[in-house]
Structures are given as C-alpha cells and as structure tokens.
C-alpha cells in the first residue's frame, strides 16, 4: 500500500496528499506541488513504497512524474472507454542521492482508476542502459533496411 504527503524543505512540515496515488501522480506530472501554506516554502512530493521481497522498501521523494503525450484508449467491456495511463516516475530515496525508474500504470474505466499490478522498478543506470539499447537497435534497424 502507497502512501503520499508533501514535505516543505524549510519548516519540515509533512502533509498528506489525501487522495488516491494515481491522482496524486498525474497532479505532479501537471504541475508542481503548491508552496507551503505554514511558511510559503518550497514542497517536495514523497511515497512510501513496498516493493516486496525487501527491494527498494521506503520513503521516497518523486522527481518527476511523466506521462506520454498521447495516451491510448479503446472501448471495453459493456462498450465503455479504457484509458492506459503508463507513468514513467523518478524517485529518490530520502537521505540518497541514488535515483530509480518506477514504472507503474494504471487502466481508467469510467472514472475509475486500475493499477498494474506489474510495475517495473529499476536503478536509473539499468533503466538509461535499456533505453540506450532500444534506440541504437532502432538506429541499427532503419540504417540496415532497405528503402
């Protein structure tokens, strides 16, 4: 279970968010969190996560929090609209300076938000290394084909 709150880097204060994680990630992939309301300070946007089986278990400030610029949809079951939203979110364990790519997503139906249960979370390193590789394998592709 995911659990979020704002931190003002000056006076310290948490402040939970109240809403549910996928709201609270598309408001952050929108626009940065408001200021402080105790001392107009600047707030970061915080998770704790439980990956299981012990790996990258904590309390985490969100970097940053993308979707595509297009998301896909198609009609489901009972005719009703399925949106995809796979998020691409930077986190930082508090203390490090150690990054991770997380990976979750959700299928809205409705006005109703499924989560993935399948995220992918890899050290930044791993994450830059495959998209390193998905690109020059597409460079490779269009060079070697025919036109």
């Known amino acids: 279970m995911a659990a979020q709150y704002f931190f003002c ?3 310290h204060k948490k402040v939970p968010t109240h809403q549910k994680l996928f709201d609270t990630l598309y408001d952050f992939s929108k626009m940065a969190p ?6 107009g300070g600047t707030r970061e946007l915080h998770t704790t996560l439980d990956f ?5 278990d904590g309390d985490f400030k969100v970097v940053s929090a993308l979707l595509p610029d297009k998301l896909e949809s198609w009609l489901g079951e009972e005719s009703e609209e399925v949106t995809f939203y796979p998020f691409l979110v930077v986190l930082q364990r508090a203390g490090d300076s150690k990054q991770f790519c997380w990976m979750p997503y959700w299928h809205v139906t409705g006005k109703e938000a499924r989560y993935g249960q399948h995220a992918v979370c890899l050290d930044q390193s791993q994450f830059e290394s495959l998209t390193a590789q998905a690109q020059q394998k597409d460079i490779r592709e269009s060079v070697l084909e025919p036109a």
């Open 52 to 56: 299981q089986l012990g790996a990258g």
């Open 34 to 39: 408001e200021e402080c309301p105790a001392c």
């Open 9 to 11: 880097i000056q006076c």
